[in-house]
């Protein structure tokens, strides 16, 4: 048996009304339509469902028992109408995203506070994740989409270009290259170097760079916060990208650009081939993609780091 609703909403409203004309009236139908409604519900049943005489309409037995459910059905379809409205709205929704550890503490945090202000009913599930697992998800469907770079396999995958995020040393105020201008890379491989997992976006766009030449690293490390304690205590020198600059502020330590062509990890925003973003997750990527601008300040423009914003910096190309 299939029930249409407006099927279900005639016979509620005969049911009520308990007089065709007034019920058609109710439905917006004329009185010839309004009973073939209900004349094809009562053939789909095989049961008739109302009593009728010259005077009068009523529910049979069996229109009784549906009745009740007809009324709950369509109580139902409102609810998931109004669901879809809220989401629409965005007032209801949730999104999930995976981003690098770099952007998900340095610049989503406050364009996540912005989004919530602005859209107090939509959950927003963010996933911390190194280059692989972030694009893992986005292709596994754990999360709608990511912020990270890219990798040689982007199959299922689409990639809209971000932001360019440049590298610079960091080392401490006592180190011989922290006075200097800008340094080149072959000037680095004279020191002891701290270097981020193979894993991870930092440390797969600086061995490119390196090449052949890339240095054993006296340390390896997982976290940001292990190469800026390591780079504190004196242990070895450091090459990040400016979005992870905010881990090492302080007077203690510098930040010096490179010289010679810039050396950049591009960012990017990354979903699933051919899938349509939710309405709440579409609302977030639009406002990240809105403050790409955004990224290229935060973690180097804070007075404690020494160096001028990226706009009045002279840096060989």
Same mark, same amino acid.
């Given at each position: 048996?299939?029930?249409?609703?407006?099927?279900?909403?005639? &016979?509620?409203?005969?049911? $009520?009304?308990?007089? &065709?004309?007034?019920?058609?009236?109710?439905?917006?139908?004329?009185?010839?339509?309004?009973?073939?409604? +209900?004349?094809?519900?009562?053939?789909?049943?095989?049961?008739?469902?109302?009593? *009728?005489?010259?005077?009068?309409?009523?529910?049979?037995?069996?229109?009784?028992?549906?009745?009740?459910?007809?009324?709950?059905?369509?109580?139902?379809?409102?609810?998931?109408?109004?669901?879809?409205?809220?989401?629409?709205? *965005?007032?209801?929704?949730?999104?999930?995203?995976?981003?690098?550890?770099?952007?998900?503490?340095?610049?989503?945090?406050?364009?996540?506070?912005?989004?919530?202000?602005?859209? #107090?009913?939509?959950?927003?599930?963010?996933? $911390?994740?190194?280059?692989?697992?972030?694009?893992?998800?986005?292709?596994?469907?754990?999360?709608? &989409?990511?912020?990270?770079?890219?990798?040689?396999?982007?199959?299922?995958?689409?990639?809209?270009?971000?932001?360019?995020?440049?590298?610079?040393?960091?080392?401490?105020?006592?180190?011989?290259?922290?006075?200097?201008?800008?340094?080149?890379?072959?000037?680095?491989?004279?020191?002891?170097? +701290?270097?981020?997992?193979?894993?991870?976006?930092?440390?797969?766009?600086?061995?490119?760079?390196?090449?052949?030449?890339?240095?054993? #690293?006296?340390?390896?490390?997982?976290?940001?916060?292990?190469?800026?304690?390591?780079?504190?205590?004196?242990?070895?020198?450091?090459?990040?990208?400016?979005?992870?600059? &905010?881990?090492?502020?302080?007077?203690?330590?510098?930040?010096?650009?490179?010289?010679?062509?810039?050396?950049?990890? #591009?960012?990017?925003?990354?979903?699933?081939?051919?899938?349509?973003?939710?309405?709440?997750?579409?609302?977030?990527?639009?406002?990240?993609?809105?403050?790409?601008?955004?990224?290229?300040? #935060?973690?180097?423009?804070?007075?404690?780091?020494?160096?001028?914003?990226?706009?009045?910096?002279? +840096?060989?190309?």
């Amino acid at each position: 048996m299939n029930l249409s609703a407006r099927q279900l909403r005639a &016979f509620v409203a005969l049911a $009520d009304e308990k007089h &065709f004309t007034r019920a058609a009236q109710r439905c917006h139908l004329t009185q010839p339509a309004f009973s073939a409604l +209900i004349r094809q519900l009562e053939d789909s049943a095989g049961l008739r469902l109302f009593d *009728r005489n010259t005077r009068n309409v009523e529910l049979t037995a069996e229109g009784r028992v549906l009745d009740a459910t007809a009324r709950r059905l369509l109580a139902d379809m409102e609810l998931v109408m109004e669901d879809l409205r809220d989401h629409a709205a *965005r007032r209801r929704g949730r999104v999930a995203l995976a981003a690098l550890p770099s952007l998900a503490a340095g610049w989503l945090p406050g364009l996540l506070a912005r989004f919530r202000d602005a859209h #107090p009913g939509i959950v927003v599930d963010l996933r $911390d994740a190194l280059l692989d697992p972030c694009l893992d998800m986005v292709h596994g469907g754990q999360v709608d &989409f990511a912020v990270a770079s890219r990798r040689p396999d982007m199959s299922e995958l689409d990639s809209e270009f971000l932001h360019a995020d440049r590298y610079y040393l960091v080392c401490r105020a006592d180190h011989p290259l922290a006075d200097a201008g800008e340094v080149r890379l072959r000037d680095i491989l004279r020191y002891p170097v +701290i270097q981020l997992a193979r894993g991870s976006s930092v440390r797969k766009h600086l061995d490119e760079a390196f090449g052949a030449d890339a240095p054993a #690293p006296v340390f390896e490390v997982e976290h940001l916060a292990t190469a800026t304690g390591l780079v504190r205590a004196g242990l070895g020198i450091s090459v990040v990208p400016a979005m992870t600059l &905010f881990h090492f502020g302080g007077p203690d330590l510098r930040i010096v650009p490179l010289a010679g062509k810039a050396l950049t990890r #591009p960012l990017y925003l990354v979903q699933r081939k051919g899938r349509t973003l939710s309405v709440a997750a579409q609302a977030l990527y639009d406002l990240l993609r809105e403050h790409r601008g955004d990224i290229d300040g #935060p973690g180097i423009r804070h007075p404690s780091y020494g160096i001028p914003p990226l706009s009045q910096m002279s +840096i060989a190309v």
